[in-house]
């Protein structure tokens, strides 16, 4: 769960990628792809 205060910005996410594709993550400035790719892990 991510929050902000009491804000609750995510409480869940399920991310599935099959091993050797090329996957790409995309969205406004400020939308979070940073975060998330942090989060998994993904270089």
Do not use: C, H, R, W
Not at 31 to 42: D, H, I, W
């Amino acid at each position: 769960m991510k929050k902000y205060g009491k804000v609750v910005a995510v409480d869940g996410l399920y991310l599935s990628v099959e091993e050797g594709t090329i996957t790409g993550l995309i969205g406004p400035n400020g939308a979070g792809k940073n975060y998330y790719q942090n989060y998994f892990g993904f270089p």
